[in-house]
Structures are given as structure tokens and as C-alpha cells.
């Protein structure tokens, strides 16, 4: 059986009808790739069906568009990503934005961005304009800031300890996260680890008023129209939004990833041999028998100690 065969009688099987024992006419050559809507309109006359046919290819066809490949969307580079959504943008004006690995894009440092867009040239494999796929992403942002536009924001604790970037741009955006939160048109809930859960989802999704609803994979992303299925995640954002915290309670969470980064950051310093000797130095107290020297001596005569102990003594009594 060839694959025009196969399809025909999956779809006589999705349709309902038993296959017709007429046999399917042959493509006139090997190499004949029949398309989606001559496939379907064969299947459609085969077993009788063939009023059904035109509203099987629009499915079909929202099916397809609705599914996209990012290699193949970002072939040219990753600045069309993030300048062709730019008009559903400025139209829409309620933002319902759930995230559960990395702070969302609408909040990001430049840095941060850079890091993420860093991994997706590589693992894409596609044309490396990250300088210009972080200015568009920048410049996106003025959103924030302009119209009538409201946002609610979701995030899982988890988005605060992923570690995107170095320590520095870790640290600048859990800074820049603590401020865009006191924007008045902004809402913005964390979900503690630990919290009651309302909700079970695998995935972030972006929606855009009732109009859109936006799901990013590793390969491909969704966009979904269909009322039914934007109504379920506008259902399933509000509970995630009951396991949430705000205000101080969220700025807390903040908080504190920032200081247990700043911790583990000092812990893995003391392990390495030059952070064990500068920690040495910091807390040596001085011989009992060495005079302790004041700075007003180390700056009247630099590098030198009544004690005999040269430079290094003048400097550690300094700092003590």
C-alpha cells in the first residue's frame, strides 16, 4: 500500500466511513507528492463525503498554521522573532502571562536576554544576530510603559533560580524584576515551591485578551485561536494565580533568591585556594607580640612597620 493509500484510509477512519473498495487513483509518477487539499478531496470522494470536504481543509489548514517550527521561523535570524509579533502587541490590552522556567521577556535585562538568545542561535543552528535579536527585544518593552494596557504576571519560584547568564546578570535581573513590579499597570505573583497547587500545567503560555493564546516548545511553538481553547487557559491562569503570592509577600521571594545567590556565590569562593587565603587574612588576628599600627603611621611612612614585619604588616593592620 502506498502512502496516498495510508492517508485515505485514515481519514475514511477519522471520518467514520468504511473504505471504499474502489481503488485509489495512482499518482502518474513516483515522484508525485499530492497535496493536503487533493488528498482530503480525494479521501472526501472515495467515501461519499464530499460536502464535508471544505470544512475538513479549513481545519486542516488552522491546524497548520497555527504550529510553528522556529528553525524554519527564525531561518533569517532571531530579530524577526521578536519584531513580527510586535503589532499583536500594541493591540492587545490584558496580558495573562504564566511562567514556570525563566523570567518573561517583556522584563528583561539586556544581559539576561543575550544569555537566553546565546542558547537559541546555538541549538537552532541559525544566522547569530543577538545583538540586534536583544535591541529589538529592548526596545519591545516600551509596552510596559505606553497605553491602556494591563498585565498579570505569573511566575513559578523556580524562575528566580534559574541561572541564565553569570552571577552578574542573574543579580541585575531579579534587581530589574523588583522594580518593574511596582509599576501600577503590572501584577505580578510567584508561586511558592512549597504553595497548594490549583493547577497542574507542563507548559508557559502567553495570552493575548481573547484573541490568542501563545505555547513555546523546544522545536516549535502553538498559536491557538479557537475560543474553547483560549477560554481553558484564561480558566486555568486563574488558578494558577490562587497559588500565588503578591506584593511584599512576592517581593520576598525575591529577596531572598538574591541573597542565597549572594551566599552560594561566598561559599564557592571560600572553596577555591584564593578565597581560603584571602579569608585567612581577613580574620588573622595579629602575633600578640606585634604592636598594632594605626593608618595615620602607614600613610606618613607607606610600607614600613615598627615592628619589622615590612609591607604586608602595615596593610593587615590597616584593614583590621
Request: neutral net charge.
Amino acid at each position: 500500500m502506498n502512502d496516498h493509500s495510508r492517508i485515505f484510509n485514515m481519514l475514511s477512519g477519522l471520518i467514520g466511513h468504511a473504505p471504499s473498495q474502489a481503488p485509489l487513483p495512482e499518482p502518474p509518477d513516483d515522484n508525485f507528492q499530492p497535496g493536503t487539499d487533493q488528498l482530503l478531496a480525494t479521501a472526501g470522494a472515495a467515501c461519499d463525503v464530499g460536502d464535508q470536504i471544505p470544512d475538513l481543509i479549513a481545519t486542516v489548514r488552522a491546524v497548520e498554521s497555527m504550529y510553528v517550527e522556529w528553525q524554519r521561523h527564525m531561518r533569517a535570524g532571531l530579530k524577526q522573532s521578536q519584531t513580527q509579533p510586535v503589532p499583536l502587541y500594541e493591540r492587545t490590552r490584558l496580558f495573562r502571562v504564566y511562567e514556570n522556567t525563566v523570567i518573561p521577556g517583556l522584563f528583561h535585562t539586556a544581559e539576561y536576554a543575550a544569555a537566553i538568545f546565546r542558547f537559541w542561535n546555538t541549538f537552532l543552528d541559525i544566522p547569530n544576530d543577538v545583538d540586534e535579536a536583544v535591541a529589538a527585544r529592548m526596545d519591545r518593552q516600551h509596552i510596559l510603559y505606553a497605553g491602556r494596557r494591563r498585565f498579570s504576571f505569573v511566575l513559578e519560584e523556580q524562575t528566580l533560580y534559574t541561572r541564565v547568564g553569570d552571577v552578574s546578570a542573574m543579580a541585575g535581573q531579579l534587581d530589574r524584576l523588583l522594580a518593574v513590579m511596582t509599576l501600577p499597570r503590572i501584577s505580578l505573583g510567584i508561586i511558592p515551591a512549597s504553595a497548594e497547587r490549583h493547577c497542574l500545567t507542563q507548559r508557559s503560555f502567553w495570552i493575548f485578551d481573547e484573541e490568542r493564546v501563545e505555547v513555546e516548545g523546544v522545536s516549535a511553538g502553538l498559536d491557538i485561536t479557537q475560543p474553547r481553547e483560549i477560554a481553558l487557559h484564561a480558566k486555568a491562569f486563574a488558578l494558577l494565580q490562587q497559588s500565588a503570592v503578591h506584593g511584599q509577600a512576592a517581593r520576598e521571594l525575591i529577596q531572598r533568591a538574591m541573597t542565597d545567590r549572594a551566599r552560594n556565590l561566598t561559599a564557592v569562593s571560600m572553596k577555591s585556594p584564593a578565597g581560603r587565603c584571602r579569608h585567612s587574612r581577613r580574620i588573622q588576628p595579629p602575633p600578640p607580640d606585634r604592636p598594632r599600627q594605626c593608618a595615620l603611621a602607614a600613610a606618613v611612612r607607606p610600607g614600613v612597620s615598627t615592628a619589622g614585619g615590612g609591607a604586608g604588616a602595615v596593610v593587615a593592620s590597616v584593614a583590621m
